[in-house]
């Protein structure tokens, strides 16, 4: 979405209302596609003593493959979304500022930069989920695999000393 800003610049105390909704279903996040449902965008564009700012919030409902165990886990994502909006700027390098051509903020793009920005580095399906067996394959969650009753051989020769 595209919004026309200049009322919002020439006017103090101006706020325009944002809420839409963003599709992402093409975008990929891994090897998966998980952005079925759309990113909710709700907020406000404002002019608070001729600083003009956006304030919103972006939401959407994900099921993600547990990056430890694979399961298919759900997974809700809230991003904050807060710049401040300028028409013209003294240094490229500021971060804290986003330039705005022609009043013309094309909200789409900060939305998606923002919400990636901001996605887990780890989608997990509990803090302490144990995994699958890499020997296996078995997920370790449902309990333990036959895999750890193997002995190592250096210690089964000890125990046999042991023993004698
Ligand atoms: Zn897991
Ligand atoms: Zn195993």
Do not use: W
């Not at 409902?61 to 990056?67: A, E, F, L, T, V």
């Not at 022609?102 to 930069?113: A, G």
């Amino acid at each position: 979405m595209v919004i026309n800003l200049e009322s919002v610049f020439n006017s103090e105390g101006l706020s325009l209302p944002v809420d839409y909704s963003l599709d992402l279903s093409s975008e990929t996040l891994g090897s998966e596609k998980p952005f079925v449902y759309p990113v909710a965008v709700k907020g406000r564009v404002f002019n608070h003593t001729g600083i003009v700012e956006i304030e919103a919030e972006a939401s959407t409902h994900i099921i993600y493959p547990c990056d430890r165990c694979t399961a298919p886990t759900d997974f809700d994502l809230d991003v904050k979304i807060n710049h401040i909006l300028v028409t013209s700027i003294n240094d490229e390098n500021n971060d804290d500022f986003m330039l705005i051509k022609s009043y013309m903020f094309n909200l789409d793009e900060i939305v998606i930069e923002d919400f990636f920005l901001s996605l887990p580095s780890k989608f997990l399906c509990s803090e302490d989920c144990k995994g699958l067996c890499f020997k296996c394959g078995k997920n370790l969650n449902e309990g333990p695999c036959e895999c750890k009753k193997e002995i190592d051989p250096r210690l089964a020769v000890l125990s046999q000393l042991l023993d004698s």
